[in-house]
């Protein structure tokens, strides 16, 4: 059984920062073997690819809307994905989902339907 655990989520300014963690565990789960990302979801809106990271961290990848701004990186000592958020605008409101996708597919486009394990969400809002 695989978990991945968020944390970091609230309620910030516009311009504000915020940094999201995902903690993974699971005795067949080897995070350091495993592409990482991050996806959001605003109410009434898809899901939307916002970073990945390859399991070597060598490799980053943004979606459009938060390129510039948001940054991941990991930790494979400790298991986890971050996920730094600077620049803060209200339409970065949404619920924020740490992913592990399938092998091989991480990258600008990666879809919600390429994720093999998802975390609960945790909210951020930005208030104007």
């Known amino acids: 059984q695989v978990q991945l655990v968020e944390s970091g989520g609230g309620l910030v300014q516009a311009g504000g920062s915020l940094r999201l963690s995902c903690a993974a565990s699971?005795?067949?789960?080897?995070?350091?073997?495993?592409?990482m990302g991050w996806f959001r979801q605003a109410p009434g809106k898809e899901r939307e690819f916002a970073a990945g990271?390859?399991?070597?961290?060598?490799?980053?990848y943004y979606g459009d809307s938060v390129k510039g701004r948001f940054t991941i990186s990991r930790d494979n000592a400790k298991n986890t994905v971050y996920l730094q958020m600077n620049s803060l605008k209200p339409e970065d409101t949404a619920v924020y989902y740490c992913?592990?996708?399938?092998?091989?597919?991480?990258?600008?486009?990666?879809?919600?339907?390429?994720?093999?394990?998802w975390g609960q969400g945790t909210q951020v809002t930005v208030s104007s």
């Open positions: 699971g005795r067949t789960f080897s995070f350091s073997s495993y592409d």
């Open positions: 990271i390859r399991w070597s961290g060598d490799r980053t």
């Open positions: 992913a592990a996708p399938f092998p091989g597919r991480v990258g600008p486009h990666l879809s919600p339907n390429e994720v093999n394990y």
